[in-house]
């Protein structure tokens, strides 16, 4: 989108133009053709009588119709559609007026003479083609008017999603930096020398937030960084097996901002909101060809029941709302009860998980929680828009 001085500028129809010279090429060629085939002199001659003409025609599309046809004056509209039907046939009149032909010097023109004395048929023959002219005129500013009103509802629409997502990510952003706080507090009661650490990466997620969050997209590899600097913080909290994996070329891979963190911050959550002998949390991003996927294991207590409701709390429907504007269309959440069995290990609840993820959602987007009692898995899989 364009704009001059905050004023938008609409962008030019290959169509209309066509349309344009058609309109302008009509009356010449088809009167040519019909009455004057056998002289090409007379060609140059109804071009400039299209030339003439078209002006009034352009400024009843651009000025009269705009401004009283679709402001429902219609009084007035049809007071000016007289008065240019009028003005044409004065202009033809003068034009007329100065194309005589001698017949003694202009024999084999003089037969065409006819055509220029502005007699009835003359008049009704250039009535009919000053209707027909009007009636495409106004066609295409009525096609016009429909560019413009897709373009305005294009923009609507645009707009009405960017409000939404910074609306989605201004509920994001500080319960997010409230559950940082609340770690580095945890750090503060603990006297642990690791929390001026954390403070400097807290500022630099803030300095993330704050900046580069503005723009629709970012890099990707800021995105990754920002997910560390959090991680950090987290590890450095608590004593857990946690594990960050970034898989694929990631260089030159924009994605929109603070997509993944939610879903992290989700599983940090679920992993130390209760206590665990050997609680861990894996986390492994992948960038393939055509598509970033983002896996999430964590081990937690909360019985299936329980999970199931949080599934429709603030912070995983917040990030559906964000996926269901970004990705229209092309979204899917399921509920997954996996089996339990008290002697799988983590290594393999992971792989199987992924195995199921893969084989049930294929699609370009989509977004998997599989519960079971000893463990929550989030897949998220999106195509991501080119730069």
């Keep these: 989108m364009e704009y001059d001085n905050d004023r938008l ?35 140059p001659i109804l071009l400039g009588i299209s030339i003439l003409v078209f002006p009034f025609y352009l400024l009843y599309a651009k000025v009269v119709i705009p401004s009283f046809l679709y402001t429902k004056r219609y009084v007035w509209f049809c007071i000016l559609s007289v008065v240019f039907y009028a003005a044409v046939h004065l202009l033809l009149m003068f034009f007329y007026s100065f194309c005589h032909f001698d017949q003694s010097e202009m024999t084999s023109l003089h037969p065409y003479q006819p055509y220029f004395n502005y007699s009835t048929v003359t008049f009704i023959r250039e009535g009919l083609w000053c209707i027909l002219n009007m009636l495409l005129a106004a066609g295409i500013s009525f096609f016009r008017k429909r560019l413009d009103d897709d373009l305005l509802l294009a923009t609507l629409e645009k707009d009405n999603t960017s409000f939404k997502l910074k609306y989605l990510r201004s509920q994001l952003n500080p319960h997010f930096l409230f559950n940082t706080l609340n770690s580095i507090y945890s750090l503060c009661l603990q006297k642990s020398d690791q929390a001026p650490e954390v403070v400097i990466k807290l500022a630099d997620l803030m300095r993330y937030m704050i900046y580069d969050c503005v723009a629709d997209r970012v890099p990707l590899n800021k995105e990754i960084e920002f997910i560390r600097n959090y991680i950090e913080i987290e590890k450095i909290r608590h004593q857990a097996d946690v594990r960050f994996v ?10 929109e901002p603070l997509l993944f963190v939610p879903f992290i911050e989700n599983g940090f959550k679920h992993a130390f909101e209760n206590s665990f002998t050997n609680a861990f949390i894996y ?10 996927s ?18 429709q709390g603030g912070s995983i429907t917040n990030s559906k709302n964000v996926l269901d504007a970004l990705y229209p269309k092309s979204y899917a959440l399921d509920i997954i009860q996996t089996d339990k069995e008290e002697d799988r290990k983590s290594d393999l609840r992971f792989k199987h998980a992924r195995e199921r993820l893969e084989n049930l959602y294929p699609d370009s987007h989509a977004l998997d929680v599989i519960l079971s009692n000893n463990a929550f898995t989030v897949s998220l899989i999106i195509k991501p828009q080119k730069a």
């Design 9 to 43: 500028i609409k962008p030019i129809s290959k169509t209309e133009i066509f349309f344009w010279v058609l309109l302008f090429m009509f009356y010449p060629l088809i009167n040519f053709l019909t009455f004057f085939s056998g002289s090409i002199i007379f060609l």
């Design 283 to 292: 986390i492994t991003l992948k960038k393939e060809t055509d598509r970033i």
């Design 294 to 311: 983002l896996s999430i294991i964590n081990n937690t207590t909360i019985d299936i029941e329980s999970q199931a409701k949080r599934i």
């Design 246 to 255: 970034v898989d694929g070329e990631t260089d030159n891979v924009m994605i």
